[in-house]
C-alpha cells in the first residue's frame, strides 16, 4: 500500500487517478439518467457512432476527439429525433447509426496514410496517457453537468418520470431532452480516451445499477454511483499496477464484482427479514 | 362564476380521419362536467386538447386566466394511461411534488409547506403511510390516487379526469367522489366516464362526445336522449333509479 502511494505521487499516476474521479463524476450524473431513463442502448449508439468521427480526424488530420465529439453529438441528436419525430423503430435506428460509425471510423483510418494511429487506445482506453488537455475538458464538462443537474433537478426528474404529464404543464420537455442526450454524448466522447470505446458504457451503468439495489432515490443512485465509481476505479487501478494487467479491464471487473456483492448482501438481508416477520 | 376555458369550433386528428370535429365547449369556474361517449369516441383526445398534448387542426382553445396566477398549470390532469416507467427510481411523495415542478423558480427548493401539502393530500386519498415508497411498489389503484394528488397539489381551476374509476375499488370510488364535490367548491371538474349511473349523481352537466359534442345541461339524461346526440349507450343505473331518467341527487 505505501508504494502505492508512492505511486500516486507520479505525475501520470496521480493525473490517472484524476481522471478516473472525473469519469466517475461524469458517468455517475449521466450514468443515472441513461439507466433510469432506459436509454443504455442509445448511450451505446452514440459511443460506437463517435467512432467515425475519431476516424475521420485521424484522415483529415485534426484532433480526433473533435471528430469524435461531433460524430456523438450529431448521432445522440439524431436518435431523439428520429425516435420522437418519425415513424422509424428507435432501436432499429440506433443499430444502423451504431454500426455506419463503426465502418466510417474502420474506413477512414484504414484509408490515412503513413503512421496507423493506435486503434487500441480508442478501443480500450488508457487511464494512463490522459492529457492534460483532456483533464481541463473533462473538468470543464463535470462542472457544466453539476450545475446543469442542480439548477434544473426537479424540471429533470419531472420530464425523465413522466413527459407527457410534465408537456401538459407546458414544460419545453423537448429542448431538455435534447439537452440531456447532447450532454450524454459529450461525456462519452470525453470518457473514451480514459476508459475507450468498447468499455465506457460500464462507468454509464454498473455504478448506477448497483447504486439502484441499494436506493430508489434518484438523487441518491447519482451521488452512490460517483462513489462506487470512484471506489472501483481505485481499486481496479491498483490491482492492475501490481497484476501487470490493463486497467480498463481490471476497473471493469471490479465493477462487477462489487454489483454482485450488494447483490448477495441485498438478497441476505431481504431473506433474513423475511423470515423474521414470518416467525 | 367566469369563463375559464374555452374550446371553439375546434378539430382535431392524430393524422388520418377526422376524431372529433366543430366541437365547442366553454367551462366555468364551478362546472362539474361529466364526459361520456362510446370507446373510441374521443373523449381521451378532447381531453389531450385541453391539457395541451394534441394541437387542433382547426379551432381556438382559450384559457382564461385566473386572478394571480401563471396559465401554466392552471389545469390538473388524471391521464387516462400514464405512461410512465414502473422501475423509475422515484418515491411516492416525489411524483406528488412533480406537480409542483414547473411552477418552482429554478433555485427555488420544495418549501416544507410544499411538503406538508402533498402528505395532507396523501392522507385524503388514504395512502399517506406509503409517501416514502417507491412508485412501482403501489398497487394500481393507490398509484391512481398518487397521480389524482399530483393534479391537484397545484390548486388548479380545472381539474380534468380520464376515467379515473379505473383501477379503484368501489369504496374509494365513492370516497373520490365526495372528494371531488368538496373540490369542485374551489375548481371546475370535467370527469370523464363509463359510468354514466353513479356520476350523475355528482355532476352538474354532461357532454357527450362521439365525434361531435354534444352538450347537455342537465344531469338527468335519457337513452332516448343520448341518442340523439349520437351516443348510443347504455345506462346502467344502480339501485332503484329509473332506468332510462337518472334523478339529482340532493347534496
Ligand atoms: N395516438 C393515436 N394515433 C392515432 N389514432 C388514435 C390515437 N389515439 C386515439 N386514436 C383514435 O382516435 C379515436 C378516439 O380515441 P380516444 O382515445 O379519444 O377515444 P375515447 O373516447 O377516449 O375511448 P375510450 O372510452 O376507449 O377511452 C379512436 O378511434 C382511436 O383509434
Ligand atoms: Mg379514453
Redesign the pocket.
Known amino acids: 500500500m505505501a508504494e502505492f502511494i508512492e505511486l500516486i505521487s507520479y505525475s501520470f499516476f496521480s493525473k490517472a487517478l484524476l481522471a478516473a474521479l472525473l469519469a466517475s463524476i461524469s458517468c455517475g450524473i449521466a450514468g443515472t439518467y441513461i439507466v433510469a431513463r432506459r436509454k443504455v442502448f442509445i448511450a451505446g449508439g452514440i459511443t460506437h457512432a463517435s467512432f467515425g468521427g475519431i476516424g475521420m480526424g485521424y484522415f483529415f488530420g485534426i484532433n480526433p476527439m473533435f471528430g469524435g465529439a461531433a460524430f456523438g453529438l450529431l448521432s445522440a441528436l439524431g436518435i431523439e429525433f428520429i425516435s420522437k419525430k418519425t415513424e422509424i423503430r428507435e432501436d432499429s435506428a440506433i443499430g444502423i447509426i451504431w454500426s455506419f460509425g463503426m465502418a466510417l471510423g474502420i474506413i477512414f483510418i484504414f484509408l490515412t496514410p503513413g503512421y496507423a494511429p493506435n486503434l487500441m487506445t480508442y478501443l480500450f482506453g488508457n487511464i494512463l496517457t490522459v492529457s492534460n488537455t483532456d483533464i481541463n475538458f473533462m473538468i470543464i464538462l463535470c462542472s457544466l453537468l453539476i450545475l446543469f443537474f442542480i439548477l434544473f433537478y426537479r424540471i429533470i426528474l419531472f420530464i425523465s418520470f413522466d413527459e407527457e404529464y410534465a408537456q401538459s404543464h407546458k414544460l419545453p420537455v423537448n429542448t431538455f431532452n435534447y439537452i440531456l442526450i447532447a450532454l450524454v454524448a459529450l461525456v462519452i466522447v470525453l470518457n473514451i480516451r480514459v476508459i475507450g470505446i468498447i468499455l465506457v458504457i460500464s462507468y454509464l451503468t454498473i455504478p448506477q445499477s448497483a447504486a439502484n439495489l441499494l436506493t430508489r432515490n434518484f438523487k441518491h443512485i447519482i451521488i452512490y454511483s460517483v462513489i462506487f465509481g470512484v471506489l472501483g476505479s481505485i481499486t481496479g487501478l491498483y490491482i492492475s499496477y501490481i497484476a501487470d494487467l490493463p486497467s480498463g479491464a481490471i476497473i471493469i471487473f471490479v465493477f462487477v464484482v462489487l454489483y454482485l456483492a450488494i447483490w448477495l448482501l441485498k438478497y441476505f438481508h431481504q431473506k433474513h427479514r423475511i423470515q423474521r416477520q414470518l416467525k | 362564476m367566469g369563463k375559464i376555458f374555452e374550446l371553439i369550433d375546434i378539430s382535431a386528428t392524430?393524422?388520418e380521419g377526422i376524431?372529433l370535429k366543430d366541437v365547442n365547449l366553454t367551462i366555468n369556474s364551478n362546472d362539474f362536467i361529466g364526459i361520456i361517449?362510446?370507446?373510441?369516441?374521443?373523449?381521451?383526445?378532447?381531453v389531450?386538447l385541453m391539457v395541451g398534448l394534441l394541437k387542433p387542426v382547426k379551432g381556438r382553445i382559450i384559457m382564461h386566466k385566473a386572478s394571480g396566477r401563471d396559465t401554466k398549470n392552471q389545469i390538473g390532469y388524471l391521464p387516462?394511461i400514464s405512461l410512465f416507467d414502473k422501475r423509475f427510481p422515484i418515491s411516492v411523495i416525489d411524483v406528488v411534488l412533480s406537480g409542483l415542478a414547473s411552477e418552482k423558480a429554478v433555485f427555488k427548493k420544495y418549501t416544507k409547506a410544499d411538503k406538508d401539502k402533498a402528505i395532507e393530500l396523501l392522507a385524503r386519498m388514504g395512502i399517506s403511510d406509503l409517501y416514502s415508497r417507491p412508485i412501482g411498489e403501489l398497487s394500481g389503484g393507490q398509484m391512481q390516487r398518487v397521480f389524482l394528488c399530483r393534479a391537484i397539489i397545484t390548486s388548479p381551476s380545472l381539474l380534468i379526469l380520464?376515467?379515473p374509476n379505473t383501477f379503484v375499488d368501489s369504496k374509494f370510488e365513492a370516497d373520490l367522489y365526495d372528494i371531488l364535490l368538496e373540490l369542485n367548491k374551489t375548481m371546475a371538474i370535467i370527469v370523464?366516464t363509463?359510468d354514466i349511473g353513479t356520476i350523475s349523481y355528482y355532476v352538474k352537466t354532461i357532454a357527450c362526445?362521439n365525434k361531435y359534442l354534444n352538450y347537455h345541461p342537465s344531469n338527468i339524461i335519457t337513452e332516448k336522449q343520448l341518442a340523439a346526440y349520437g351516443c348510443p349507450i347504455q345506462i346502467i343505473t344502480h339501485g332503484d333509479i329509473p332506468h332510462t331518467v337518472l334523478k339529482k341527487h340532493d347534496h
Open positions: 392524430y393524422g376524431i361517449g362510446p370507446n373510441g369516441g374521443g373523449k381521451t383526445t378532447l389531450k387516462q380520464d376515467e370523464v363509463h362526445v
